[in-house]
């Protein structure tokens, strides 16, 4: 009876030790109790994305030349920005990067001047990630968006 009554103590211990999802009262099955780990899994860490278009305020302006593309690595960012190179760390997850800025190379390009001021002030701060299908990321800082496809050759730039 002594050894029943420790099995079952060693039982309860058991169970009541294993981790509970943290899903703050909603149920597994809800998407939304598991949006940023969907998230975090979905960005691809190394990868690069060439810019499509360019949205601040509700407008959006395409790309201005195919030079442009963001390369994201394990804590780095780099790329170009239709103009210049541009390189940095970045902290956080791949859902939500914290980026204190980027060093970037100091050509003028008359074409790409806008979209370049642009790229930069957005990383400089807080960027959220989120992946729109495999071939579609979307970059959004305040009321700016990036929206870049996936072109894991640029990799090797």
């Known amino acids: 009876m002594r050894n029943l009554f420790f099995l079952f ?13 943290d899903t703050a009262g909603r149920s597994p099955e809800d998407p939304a109790a598991n949006k940023n780990i969907t998230e975090v899994q979905k960005v691809p860490i190394p ?10 305020d ?7 030349n195919d030079r442009c593309f963001i390369a994201l690595r394990d804590g780095q960012i780099g790329g170009n ?16 990067m914290k980026v204190p800025g980027v060093m970037a190379t100091k050509m003028y390009c ?4 806008e979209q370049e001021a642009m790229i930069l002030d957005m990383l400089n701060g807080t960027i959220e990630l989120e992946m729109v299908n495999s071939k579609t990321l979307l970059i959004t800082s305040g009321k ?9 050759g640029k990799l090797k730039q």
């Open 9 to 21: 103590l060693a039982l309860i211990s058991v169970a009541a030790c294993q981790p509970k999802p």
């Open 47 to 56: 990868s690069a994305w060439t810019l499509v278009s360019c949205e601040r």
């Open 58 to 64: 509700g407008k959006t302006v395409p790309a201005v």
């Open 81 to 96: 920005t239709g103009c210049n190179g541009f390189g940095g760390d970045w902290s956080g997850s791949p859902a939500k």
């Open 110 to 113: 008359e074409d790409a001047a």
């Open 144 to 152: 700016q968006q990036l929206k870049l496809a996936r072109d894991d």
